[in-house]
């Protein structure tokens, strides 16, 4: 059953003047694919066109959502709050000032169950939203699986990945401040793209600290925020403090994203016209990626269809979130009992291998503590190819969530993703980024276990974006030279040991 679709934002009329097409099990209104369920009719051409177009009646037109989603607001125990870095005491409001500008912070505390999203950020959210929910029934077939596997694919974004979800906002409430300049970290570069784009839309100055790995891997990431009017520097660098402290100690650092993340701090902490942006890890970034899974939960129910099992990679957690957190809503809520598994890098194990403690979102401890799955704030992860992933801690809500129990984690070597994507490639078409391939991977373990078991699960994957300019990790593994990075025990004790000790919450 060919189930390949947008569900588009505005319901096409089907008049004599529609431009209608078939492909195999698909049906096409002028340049849109809307799903349908064969029936076993015997009839002519025309008369297929006309029973599809009336199962189509049924369909809801998806939009882009109007309103963010805060699954803080559905928890009966809520997260315990960060904690300024010097005090030990909660953060207040005027203590992220320096760093955020005001409706950001407001966003970050928030109990409010639905927060607007203003008209300014819908306007550039329609240039990609709603972004496809696609059937991967070609990977069904070559995995011989009664699974049936979809993904919600975030990569048709500007600048191919789910980052501007939150880059746009982000940018726009800085702009709305009268903020001339912002700063930030990126490790693959989907979110220094997708930060750079936003603000050459609000004519914000960007400056980007990229981990120096990612840096070297990926060049053409870093040409595409210059493109569109970046700065950007390797880190560790020698412009801060913190870089010149690192580089001190290892002139080859390959940097992490917990460096690149004090750097970025340190500039924006010493401006006062500056502000810092963040890819992930915070509550309001995750906030606004939940436009994802609000997207989906629409499209699934479209097709009649409602997930078994829902995976997503996980670095700092904000694509996972995005697509998981409107899901647990609808499972708190008795209406739905997914199984939530989020995919990490086995180099880079936080939620399966971290402690779950206060600590550090930043390598320096210049950023508030807060309660996560943490490495250990000073842990530098191997320079593995999903240079999203190496982060050390996990998002702090996500990890509240996993201690709940309202999801699962798994950790995944590269190689193992590389031939899953490899796979994904040459069945479905897309190559995907190195981050997603870790879902793929996870994906493609559960589609065989139904394989086995003969249960026709329905399997919803986060395919957060596209790996076009990931393509030297591809040569790496088609080349027999990837390997495998395996997690230092030794070297995790001594990162730990260096966590912060905190009695007081």
Same mark, same amino acid.
């Given at each position: ?6 569900? *588009?934002?505005?319901?096409?009329? #089907?008049?004599?003047?529609?431009? *209608? ?62 904690? @300024?870095?010097?005090?030990? $005491? ?5 203590? /992220? ?17 639905? #927060?607007?999203?203003?008209? $300014? ?15 991967? &029934?070609?990977?069904?077939? /070559? ?89 950007? @520097? ?15 100690? !290892? ?7 917990? #460096? ?12 006062? !016209? ?61 209406? *739905?009992?997914?199984?939530? &598994?989020?995919? $990490? ?26 309660? +996560?799955?943490?490495?250990?704030? !000073? ?30 984690? +798994? ?10 994507? #490899? ?25 065989? @276990? ?24 591809? $040569? ?7 390997? !495998? ?10 990162? /730990? ?9």
């Amino acid at each position: 059953m060919a189930i390949q679709a947008t569900i *588009i934002a505005d319901p096409v009329p #089907i008049s004599s003047s529609s431009r *209608i097409s078939i492909r195999g099990g698909e049906q096409c209104f002028g340049s849109f694919v809307l799903k349908t369920r064969p029936r076993h009719l015997r009839l002519s051409n025309g008369g297929r066109v006309r029973a599809r177009a009336s199962l189509n009646a049924d369909l809801k037109a998806v939009g882009i959502p109007h309103q963010w989603y805060n699954l803080v607001a559905d928890l009966s125990v809520k997260p315990p709050p960060p904690l @300024h870095p010097k005090t030990f $005491e909660p953060v207040k409001p005027e203590d /992220l000032s320096p760093l955020f500008p005001d409706e950001l912070i407001k966003q970050e505390a928030s109990t409010e169950k639905f #927060i607007d999203i203003p008209e $300014e950020v819908l306007d550039i959210y329609s240039l990609w939203r709603p972004t496809p929910l696609i059937r991967a &029934k070609r990977l069904e077939k /070559l995995l011989n699986t009664p699974a049936r596997i979809y993904y919600k694919y975030e990569g048709v974004s500007p600048a191919g990945s789910h980052k501007p979800n939150t880059a746009v906002p982000q940018a726009f409430y800085n702009a709305q401040q009268g903020i001339k300049n912002v700063v930030t970290e990126t490790g693959a570069g989907q979110w220094g793209c997708s930060l750079a784009f936003a603000c050459s839309l609000f004519g914000l100055d960007c400056e980007v600290w990229q981990v120096r790995a990612s840096y070297d891997q990926k060049p053409y990431r870093r040409l595409m925020m210059e493109t569109w009017g970046a700065k950007v @520097h390797p880190s560790p660098s020698s412009i801060t403090e913190t870089g010149r402290k690192i580089l001190q100690m !290892d002139p080859s650092s390959p940097g992490s994203l917990g #460096i690149a993340i004090s750097e970025a701090v340190e500039v924006a902490a010493a401006n006062a !016209d500056t502000k810092y942006c963040l890819g992930s890890v915070l509550n309001h970034v995750l906030l606004h990626q939940t436009v994802i899974g609000e997207e989906c939960i629409k499209q699934m129910e479209a097709i009649g269809e409602t997930p078994d099992v829902i995976i997503g990679c996980t670095g700092g957690g904000s694509n996972f979130a995005g697509l998981s957190f409107p899901f647990i809503r609808e499972k708190l809520n008795g209406k *739905i009992n997914p199984v939530i &598994k989020a995919v $990490e890098p086995a180099a880079c194990p936080s939620l399966t291998k971290g402690v779950y403690a206060y600590d550090y979102g930043d390598t320096a401890g210049m950023t508030p503590l807060m309660k +996560m799955h943490t490495l250990g704030h !000073d842990f530098i992860p191997d320079p593995i190819h999903s240079g999203g992933l190496r982060y050390h801690g996990m998002a702090p809500l996500i990890s509240h969530v996993y201690e709940l129990g309202f999801m699962e984690a +798994m950790a995944i070597p590269q190689i193992e993703c590389f031939q899953g994507a #490899i796979q994904f490639a040459r069945s479905e078409g897309l190559i995907p980024a190195p981050e997603p391939t870790h879902a793929i991977a996870a994906t493609i373990r559960e589609a065989l @276990h139904c394989k086995e078991t003969g249960e026709a699960k329905v399997i919803l994957m986060a395919m957060c974006g596209h790996g076009h300019f990931d393509l030297k990790s591809y $040569e790496k593994f088609l080349q027999g030279e990837m390997v !495998d990075l395996s997690f230092d025990e030794e070297r995790i004790r001594a990162s /730990l040991a260096k966590v912060p000790q905190v009695t007081r919450i």
